[in-house]
T-cell receptor, first 111, second 113 residues
């Protein structure tokens, strides 16, 4: 089915480890986004990408790295995980009419 | 700079009662406005969007929202709540058709039998 697939859906890791969250879309939308969702903060933008090889920082980029070598993939890497990065992460892509389509989320726990 | 304020982090209504979720926005240009719904352990789904075509926007599941420029508001309503409407609702604003969306902090709707 067409859509956005995130993996893993659930991940437990330890402080200091590297973690990569994967995001794959089947529509070939140009723009893709990574948000984190935390109680009391709603959704906050981490990074976004306008096209392959074009990425830019959002509101809360520190501690995260992204890449986009192919239009359909937009992985998010936590280079050295911290407890404050425990969150639910959502990947999204945007249609040319402006609607965001979201994946089902990746719930990350950093111990 | 854009911003969104959702009044009330929790709203509780009885089944069959009117649902009113409030959203006020700030934008330096004519905005694109959205309402999204999130059910537990799921991603966000689009309920409706405003893109300047009509001030009253109808969405899925019987929801609608009215854009009021003078009040910088985009409140979400549904005449009669259903148990299945219990979820978290997010208002969002963008200044471009494919720009980043700025989200409010969300309003959790509870529906009592």
């Amino acid at each position: 089915d067409a859509g956005i697939t995130q993996s893993p859906r659930y991940k437990i890791t330890e402080t200091g480890r590297q973690v990569t969250l994967m995001c794959h879309q089947t529509w070939s939308h140009s723009y893709m986004f990574w948000y984190r969702q935390d109680l009391g903060h709603g959704l906050r933008l981490i990074y976004y990408s306008a096209a392959a090889d074009i990425t830019d920082k959002g509101e809360v980029p520190d501690g995260y790295v992204v890449s986009r070598s192919k239009t359909e993939n937009f992985p998010l890497t936590l280079e050295s995980a911290t407890r404050s990065q425990t969150s639910v992460y959502f990947c999204a892509s945007i249609r040319d009419t402006g609607e965001l389509f979201f994946g089902e989320g990746s719930r990350l726990t950093v111990l | 700079a854009q911003s969104v304020t959702q009044l009330g982090s929790h709203v509780s209504v009885s089944e069959g009662a009117l649902v009113l979720l409030r959203c006020n926005y700030s934008s330096s240009v004519p905005p694109y406005l959205f309402w999204y719904v999130q059910y537990p352990n799921q991603g966000l789904q689009l309920l409706l969007k405003y893109t300047s075509a009509a001030t009253l926007v109808k969405g899925i599941n019987g929801f609608e929202a009215e854009f009021k420029k003078s009040e910088t508001s985009f409140h979400l309503t549904k005449p009669s709540a259903h148990m299945s409407d219990a979820a978290e609702y997010f208002c969002a604003v963008s200044e471009r058709s494919q720009g980043n969306l700025i989200f409010g902090k969300g309003t959790k709707l509870s529906v009592k039998p």
